[in-house]
Structure formats: C-alpha cells, structure tokens
C-alpha cells in the first residue's frame, strides 16, 4: 500500500531527485560536486602584454621572414646551383647523343632496311591501298592501330571516371553545372551560329571525304575523326546541349564504340587467322585507285574514324558538363 | 624554300619558349596553339600530309578547346570575369 510522502523528503529520494532533474527544477550537482568556474586573470599587466606581443612577432618573424632565414637562402642556393647543374648535364648528354645519330638521309641508316623496302615496293599489291601510309597502319600493323583505338577508348573511360557527374538534380548536378559554367557566356550568339550554320555541314564532309578516301589520298580514320569531331565541338559551343542531345547522348556513344572495336577486332581476327594459315581470305582487293577497293582498309577507316569522333566529342562534352 | 623553313623553326622554337615565360595562362594557350599551326606547316613541307591534317585537327583544335574548358574549370580566366562581375553590377 502506498502512501503519501511530503514534498521535501521525495526531493531527497532517488527517484525523486530524478525527477525533478527531468522536469528541470533542480540540478543534483548544484552543492553536492565542487565546481569551480573558469575565470581567467583577465588583468595583465602592460609590461606582460608587450612581451607577448614580442614573441608573436618573433616567431612570425623566424618563420616567415626568409631574408634573416640562413638555412632557408642557403637551400635556395643551392636549389638553384642544383637545378642548373641537372639542365646542364642533360643537355650536354643529349647533344652528345644527337652528334652520334646518322646523318639524315643516309643510305647506310638502320632505318634502310629490307621491311621498308618491302612496305614500298609491294605495298600496293599486297593491300590494294594507293595511300602507302594507310596500307601501312591498317594492314601490315593493323593490330598496333588496334591498340590505339583502344588506348583512346580507355582514354575517355577514364575521363568519364574522374569527370562523371551523375546527379539529376539540385547543386552540383550535371544541368547545374553547365548553367554555372557557361553563365558568363553569350547565350544563342548571332555570329557564332551563322558561322557554325555554315561551317559545320562543310567540315564534317570534309571529315567524311578524308575518311573515305584513306586508301587513295592522305589522310584516314584518325584524321578524318578528329576533323568530324572538332566540328561536332564547334556545333556544341554554338548551339548548346539540347540540340546534340537529340542524337548525341552517352547510349550512341557507348553502342558506336562498342560496335566499331568489335567489328575492328573481329576483321582483323579474321584475316590474321587465314594469313597465318596462308588460306584465301576471300575478300577482293579490286583495282587500285578505285573507292571500293583494298579490302578491309576501307571498313577499318570508318571504324577508326567513328571511334575517334565519338572520342573527342566525349571528352569535350565530360570537360564541359560532367556528362553527355 | 629552305629560308621559308628557316623561319618557320624559328618561329617554332620562339613559340615553345613564350609558352612556358607568359604570364597568363590564355595567352600560353594562345602560343600553343600557333605552334601546333607552325608545326603542321612543317609537316606538309617535310611531305607528311597525314600528320599535317591530324596535327591541325588535334593540335591546334582539340587539344585547345579542351584547355581553354579547363581553364574556364580552374577559374584561371579571372579577369574576364571580374570585369564580367563589374558589368552585371553596374546594370543592376
């Protein structure tokens, strides 16, 4: 059975005293734990105020003050004598190595070898390519332009690791970005647009020409893709995201990528495979000169050439945006 | 010919050390950018058209617009935008 207590004895009481620390009545340290309040010895002396003031200073002094630094000027010294020395020794090697190099256009040079002879004499009728250069890079070291295209598209993954912004929405998302990156910029500027309106068609033609004719006059894949995808960066800065992302957006870039290397590695599979076993490949070289001629050469082109427009506009787009 | 090829090394050599003595970032890029022009010429003239197209398309296109995007990333072209700054408060 309970019964009723008085108000100071239930005060005294654990639960009591719980209580009305809950309710904020009274705190149980208040005179029961010795508590002393930090009060500082606010009255200094002048005398203690300039001393301090001294030291402050001195110690500014010792440290950022580099004239009176010993150590400092003298490791100055001799970074710069050091510095000069590891100029001076590396020209001095590198002119030393340039007096030992053959002369330039000399029969006896090691470059003057039977593969070079070869690459000219029986260039064209081994690829059916007039252009020797893109007989060179597209058949004879077909595999090495393989790993170029390669090495760019881990280029631009690695853009796309470092410079991916993958917010929708809010601060720091991709649209926001953009607004804060092109806010000092004119927007829909006359001249700029008439100047892409009429330049664009012309250099992504010109980008297509010098694809397309890779094996018959200079130029190729990358050349070609640089040129389209220096006009699609013009097209972008001109007309801004909206209009290119009507056919533009990551999902092309990654399906053009994808299809373009798997085709390239799968042709040159092929043709490494039948020339390794010298079977017939069975794919007709046609006559040199013509624009359907040389075998794969023509097809690799285009390949190269997606892969490296799609390349450039992509980091373009990843530099700008965040994303694309 | 051979003094026109004189002059354009020249030229080349002027442009790779006024690139790393400028003192604004734009005006390095600037530089860069017609020593990638330069060195196209060179290309043709040394009978490499290949080179020359990639080097004008790379070089001097690409390579720059990429820099310039950069540089507009770091917040390096500062004094256009201060004076940009000054523009929009004198409006308000």
Redesign the interface.
């Given at each position: 059975m309970s019964r009723l207590i008085p108000e100071d004895e239930y005060g005294k009481r654990p639960v009591g005293a719980f209580h009305q620390w809950m309710d904020g009545v009274r705190d149980p340290y208040t005179g029961n734990v010795e508590v002393r309040t930090d009060v500082r010895q606010e009255e200094e002396s002048e005398e203690q105020l300039r001393e301090y003031q001294e030291e402050v200073v001195g110690v500014i002094r010792k440290v950022h003050d580099t004239a009176n630094n010993n150590q400092y000027t003298l490791f100055r010294k001799f970074y710069r004598v050091a510095a000069l020395l590891c100029c001076l020794t590396l020209t001095v090697m590198l002119l030393i190595t340039v007096a030992y190099l053959p002369p330039v256009g000399s029969t006896d040079n090691p470059a003057h070898n039977e593969v070079a002879a070869k690459y000219i004499e029986d260039g064209m009728q081994d690829t059916g390519a007039v252009n020797i250069?893109t007989g060179m890079i597209l058949d004879y070291r077909a595999f090495d332009t393989f790993g170029e295209s390669n090495v760019l598209f881990i280029a631009t993954c690695t853009v796309l690791i470092l410079m991916r912004n993958d917010k929708k929405k809010g601060r720091g998302s991709a649209e926001e970005e953009e607004r804060r990156?092109s806010f000092?910029e004119p927007k829909s500027d006359r001249i700029l647009q008439t100047a892409a309106m009429i330049l664009v068609p012309f250099i992504i033609l010109f980008g297509i020409y010098?694809i397309l004719n890779g094996h018959l006059s200079?130029?190729?894949g990358?050349?070609g893709g640089?040129?389209i995808?220096?006009g699609l960066?013009l097209y972008l800065n001109a007309f801004g995201f909206e209009k290119t992302e009507r056919f533009f957006t990551a999902k092309t870039y990654k399906w053009i990528s994808f299809c373009a290397l798997s085709f390239y590695c799968i042709a040159k599979s092929y043709s490494f495979y039948t020339g390794a076993h010298h079977l017939e490949s069975g794919i007709p070289l046609g006559t040199p000169g013509d624009i359907l001629s040389s075998g794969l050469i023509l097809p690799l082109n285009i390949c190269v050439g997606l892969v490296v427009a799609c390349t450039?506009y992509a980091?373009?787009a990843l530099?700008?945006k965040g994303g694309f | 010919m051979q003094i026109f090829q004189y002059i354009l090394l020249a030229f080349l050599v002027i442009c790779a050390v006024s690139v790393s003595f400028s003192k604004r970032l734009l005006n390095s890029i600037l530089i860069f950018m017609s020593y990638s022009l330069i060195m196209s010429i060179i290309w043709i003239l040394l009978e490499s058209p290949d080179l020359a197209i990639t080097e004008a398309a790379v070089g001097a296109g690409v390579t720059s617009v990429l820099f310039f995007a950069t540089l507009k990333k770091i917040h390096a072209m500062r004094e256009e935008d201060e004076e940009d700054h000054e523009q929009t408060d004198s409006r308000r």
């Open positions: 250069v990156d000092y010098v200079p130029g190729g990358f050349s640089a040129i995808g220096a960066i450039m980091f373009f530099f700008r | -």
